[in-house]
């Protein structure tokens, strides 16, 4: 087994695709989101299913080939150092000014292209989700990208990140720390089992698509 081979799975893949462990020293599991800790390490594809499934099947132990401590909540502690991550990587687009608050801005800058991704806090109402998701398929149907939607943080977790009150929407612009932080929460996305909103919006616009068609 490679060292990039997933001890759940048995399957290659790609650093991006997998959480890497190494033994701490105190003999705990230690996740290495960074991959830069020394010592043998192994990998779990980086999901909350896999990680928890790792632990239940006491998988560490074999892989690291020593006596290890796995933390019963090891799959949660990787969810908040995650979260943390991404909150700190909007946290620094915004400084940088490529994050934009607010409804109004939000649907500007979707319209406009200007927009990488969006942000809903989970305190977002359907109508407000519902006004920027038409804005988003509007830009797929006269031929641009599928600006994907995630809801990941709570308005509280939003407005500590980008300094603002009551952050209920936001876009993440294009550029580097756009980029940065759109990785992460990708990461986070994927971590939490996967957001279906792309295909979503992909398959709304063929329904709309042949409904034209049809009325023709």
Not at 21 to 42: A, E, Q
Not at 94 to 101: F, P
Request: charged fraction near 25%; proline fraction near 4%; include cysteine.
């Amino acid at each position: 087994m490679n060292d990039r081979t997933c001890i759940v799975t048995r399957k290659s893949a790609t650093p991006d695709e997998l959480i890497r462990f190494v033994v701490g020293p105190d003999s705990t599991v230690v996740p290495d989101l960074k991959r830069n800790l020394p010592g043998r390490g192994c990998w779990v594809t980086a999901d909350r299913t896999h990680v928890d499934l790792a632990v239940g099947r006491k998988l560490f132990a074999r892989a690291l080939k020593a006596e290890v401590v796995v933390p019963p909540q090891l799959g949660e502690l990787i969810d908040g150092l995650m979260a943390k991550s991404a909150l700190g990587a909007l946290g620094l687009a915004r400084k940088a000014g490529m994050v934009a608050l607010g409804a109004a801005k939000v649907e500007s800058s979707v319209r406009s292209g200007k927009a990488a991704a969006v942000l809903h806090a989970g305190e977002a109402s359907d109508d407000g989700v519902r006004k920027i998701t038409q804005a988003r398929r509007a830009v797929v149907h006269a031929g641009g990208p599928v600006i994907v939607a995630y809801k990941l943080f709570s308005e509280h977790e939003l407005g500590l990140a980008l300094g603002g009150t009551n952050v209920i929407h936001a876009a993440v612009l294009a550029g580097d720390a756009g980029k940065a932080a759109l990785k992460r929460m990708a990461a986070l996305d994927r971590y939490r089992g996967g957001s279906p909103d792309e295909v979503a919006i992909l398959a709304a616009v063929a329904d709309d698509e042949k409904a034209a068609e049809d009325t023709e």
